[in-house]
Structure formats: C-alpha cells, structure tokens
C-alpha cells in the first residue's frame, strides 16, 4: 500500500512537470549497443557480441554535457565457460529520471544447436540495486516519513536469440519479474512490463585483406514502453577487426552515429552522438556515449582457432553419436540397399548377355566340326573312287594324308573358335565390369548424404584435379612447415597420410584415405581407420559435378 501511494505521488509530481520537462523512459536506454555489452540488450547476446572474455565499460550521458556525471554506467566481465555457454557480472548505476538505480548484475547464456545452421540462444540477465529518489522535487513527506526510503530491488531480464544461418530474431523482457526486498511486494505491476523484439542479418563483406570476418549488420526492433509511445528503430553496424561504423534510428530519441577503433589485438574505444528529432525535444542537448573494451586471455592465430575448432566439433560429435546412431545406421542401410539393387540388376544383364554370346560361340564350334567332318566324308568317298585305279601304296599314302589334313583343319578350326570365343568372352567380361563401374560413378555421383548431427562435413564440386569421392580428413595446415612435420609423424606412426592444397581458403588438408560411398566413409571413420588413427577426422567429399 505504501508503494503505491507513493507511485500517485510521484506521478502526480510527472504530470506536474509534464508541461515542462520531457519524461524519459525507465528503460537502461541501450538501443546503440552493439559491439560490446550487448548482453544489456539481449542476454543471449553475451556469447559472441559481447566479445568474451573481455572487461567492457559503458557510459552514457542523456541530454547533457560530456563534462557531467552520466546517467548510465555499466562495467561488465563477460567470460566463455565452455563452446556453448558464457557468463558475466557487472557493476550499473542508472538514472532514469526519478529513481537512481546503483547495483551489481550477474548475466548467464547458453546454446542449443537445433540442427547444422539452426542454433536457439537462451540468457538472463538479473539485477540486484538499490533504489533512490533521483530528484527530492519527486518525494512528498508525510508525518511518519521525513525522508525518502531506500529501496532494495531484484529484477530479473530472460531474452532468446534464433540463429537461423546468419539470420538472428531475438525476443526479451526487460523487467519479467521483479521484487521490492523493503516493501516485501512486487516493484512493477503486470502492465508495467518492457518487451522488445529484435531481427538482424549478417552481411558478409571484403574490407580488409587481412580480415575474412568484416559484416554488415542491419538490426530492426520494436519496444514497448508503460505508459509512453512504443519505440521502433533501425541500427545498421559496420565491423571489421580493424573498427567499426554504426548508424541508427529511434522513434523517440532521434538519430545516432558512432565510430570505434580496435588497437593492439586487446583495446577497443568508440564514441557515439544521438540527436532528437522529435518536436518534443527541442532545445534538448544531444546524448553521448562511450564504450571501451579490453580483450582478456592469449590471442590464438588463425591456425590454431581452426584446430580448436575441429576439437570442438570432434567432441561434440562423440556427444551427438549414440543418439544419432540408430537412425543414421536405418538410413545408410536404405541407401546401401538401393545400391545394390542397382548393381545387382546390371551384373544380372551383364550375365544373360554373358551366356547368350557363350551359346552363339558353341553354335559355331558346332558348324565348324559338322562342316570338318563333310568335308572329310567328301574325301573319303573321292579317294574310295580312284582306289581301284591307285595302287594301295598310293591310296594308304593320301590316306593318311587326307586324315592329316583333316585333322589340321579341326584343330585350326577349334583353335580360332576357342581363340574367338575367349575373346568374346573377355570382352563380355570387360564390358561388365566397365557397366558395373559406370553404374557405380552413377551412383557415387548422384549419392545423396544427409549430413547426421554434429558431424563435420564439407562437399564441393570440384576440387583441383583431385578425382570425385570422400576424403577422410585429419588435419588442415596453413604453413608447409606444420604440414610436413605432420605428415613426417603420420609416417613414423606407419600411416601413410597425403594432402591436397586448396586455392579456395589457401589450406593444405592431410586425408588418410579415400572412398567412393559416404557408407564406407563413415564406417571407415568411426572404426578411426582400423585403430590406425585415434584423433579427429572429418569427411571431405568431391562429387565431380
């Protein structure tokens, strides 16, 4: 009841003024934050905006001098705990008009990888404070009370963040809940409550050559205010590993426009100007901002982000494989068996033809004795009829000599048709198998791999001059020197690695084998190659297309 009447007092005291002083929303008024300490805009932001691990500060002046005490402060130690969740806690003194709100703020965030490009991002942000009349116009005594009470405040902020590819929609609640620890009651009521909806899109872009992370980042949202006009605006963000450029709208407090520099690889510094537009706020002075970073931790080289990413991804596989094991097992059955199917029809076709082209050869062999022995009957009867005439001598002579013949003949006549049939049934032979390997470069390239959970895989058309197939990959280098040191253990370990270079992304990739179906691929990867090869390995698939 106290609370109450003292929010008629105090609006009471508003209405008074209204004629005079523009109100200002109750909000933490973060609507530029977009580099660091985005964690006060969305708390599922603080597992990549706001640049763990890093000690980020934030000041903000409201329609005021630089020279002046800001109206927002926010110091905050943002810090990754593990590849799917970050946590941080700060310091916030915040004016918002009528109350000073001074506290300390504990932020948590967590991933939840829906699929290969769908990621769900859940966070909270809670506020402990202390709150205190900003302005003793606002604090009417009564007979009991002589000054104004301090009161302590728990509120707490859950916001989500959908990540489909580089497409982001946020949703947050500024105020959920909250409790007033001195007056043992809720601060808000329900109809107090901030909502604010959030959409992004990353843009990729080429600046810098020496950067391959360079975004464009439009970001459209729509807040809701108790008691004023809801807010709709429009930040658009430039960042690359050298600065970033941002400009934006708001529907009540104007436009805005900051730069930041990074220095060293670890400071960061940015300035921002904010100027109404409103009619309501002419004569207002312009806002300012500042936000300096400082990144905390050894800096990796690109090479070494790459391999702790393929650790990373390495674990997560093992965390994925027994729950994705027995619908992926169904799956590449499914595939194997048409397959086979496939191959079996052809090697079925292959030997009808087979037999048929055996059974013509036979055929010939036949007619060829069938027209030895005529030919030999012929001469019997020839040489019976000049018996009488030859002396015996003579006809045993030709005789012998016609059986000589013969017998040449039915040898030179089955030699060519044994010669013509091994022949024909080589080729029967090749052109099977040339049927069969055709069938499979058919079916290798028309394969279709449904990527399982977690599992790392790359596919690309073409590749060099390397042939189409899967690639068990091991390892990727971007100096010969760690390649070849790592090909020379590999040898010494008895495996006998290759590599291929990428003109794409300029990388060597170390595979231990090759493999027409993804079947055999990935039975030769979960099997590590036999026991040869215990670390991670991936599959890299050219399809020749």
């Not at 691990?53 to 005490?69: F, I, N, P, T």
């Not at 899967?470 to 090909?487: R, S």
Request: charged share 25%.
């Amino acid at each position: 009841m106290k609370n109450i009447c003292g929010a008629l007092l105090i609006g009471f005291v508003v209405l008074g003024i209204k004629a005079q002083e523009v109100v200002l929303p109750t909000d933490f008024r973060q609507q530029n934050l977009t580099e660091y300490n985005s964690s006060l805009v969305n708390p599922a932001y603080s597992l990549d905006r706001n640049n763990p691990s890093s000690v980020a500060l934030w000041a903000r002046w409201q329609w005021q001098s630089y020279d002046a005490d800001p109206t927002s402060l926010f110091l905050n130690y943002t810090a990754r705990l593990n590849d799917v969740s970050a946590s941080g806690v700060g310091f916030f003194q915040h004016n918002t008009g009528v109350f000073l709100n001074t506290g300390a703020t504990i932020n948590y965030a967590h991933t939840i990888e829906l699929s290969e490009e769908v990621v769900l991002g859940v966070g909270l942000n809670v506020f402990a404070f202390q709150q205190k009349l900003a302005d003793d116009r606002f604090f009417v005594p009564n007979p009991i009370q002589t000054t104004a009470e301090n009161d302590f405040i728990l509120q707490m902020a859950p916001g989500v963040n959908l990540s489909i590819d580089r497409f982001n929609i946020g949703f947050v609640s500024e105020n959920l809940f909250d409790y007033n620890f001195t007056s043992n009651e809720r601060n808000t009521s329900p109809e107090d409550r901030m909502f604010q909806a959030l959409v992004s899109y990353d843009f990729p872009v080429s600046i810098l050559s020496t950067d391959d992370s360079s975004v464009i980042r439009p970001m459209l949202y729509y807040k809701t205010i108790p008691g004023l006009d809801n807010q709709v605006g429009l930040t658009t963000l430039l960042t690359t590993n050298k600065y970033w450029v941002q400009a934006g709208y708001n529907s009540f407090y104007g436009f805005s426009g900051g730069v930041g520099g990074r220095f060293f690889k670890r400071f960061s510094f940015g300035a921002l100007v904010e100027v109404g537009t409103n009619s309501d706020l002419k004569g207002q002075n312009p806002s300012f901002e500042l936000v300096t970073s400082y990144k905390l931790g050894t800096l990796k080289t690109p090479e070494e982000k790459l391999e702790e990413q393929l650790i990373a991804e390495k674990e997560k596989q093992k965390e994925n494989a027994l729950v994705g094991q027995e619908g992926n097992t169904l799956l590449s059955n499914e595939l194997t068996k048409a397959e086979k199917l496939a191959l079996r029809r052809e090697s079925k076709k292959q030997e009808r033809l087979a037999l048929i082209e055996s059974k013509r050869i036979k055929d010939s062999i036949l007619d060829a004795t069938r027209k030895s022995n005529a030919i030999a009957k012929e001469s019997k009867r020839d040489i019976g009829r000049k018996r009488d005439s030859i002396e015996n001598a003579r006809a045993e002579q030709a005789l012998a000599k016609v059986n000589a013949i013969k017998q040449q003949k039915q040898q030179d006549s089955i030699a060519a048709v044994m010669k013509k049939e091994a022949a024909a049934v080589a080729l029967a032979q090749q052109r099977r198998k040339d049927s069969i390997a055709q069938s499979e470069a058919l079916a290798m390239k028309n394969e279709v791999v449904n990527v399982r959970a977690g599992e790392k895989y790359e596919e690309v058309a073409k590749e060099g001059s390397l042939e189409p197939g899967y690639y068990l990959i091991v390892n990727v280098f971007g100096t010969k020197k760690y390649l070849d040191a790592f090909l020379a253990d590999m040898q010494k370990q008895g495996i006998n690695a290759k590599s291929f270079f990428r003109q794409k992304n300029k990388y060597n990739y170390v595979y231990l084998a090759k493999y027409n179906f993804i079947k055999d691929a990935r039975e030769a990867r979960d099997s590590k190659l036999g026991g040869k090869y215990t670390d991670k390995i991936w599959i890299f698939r050219v399809t020749g297309e």
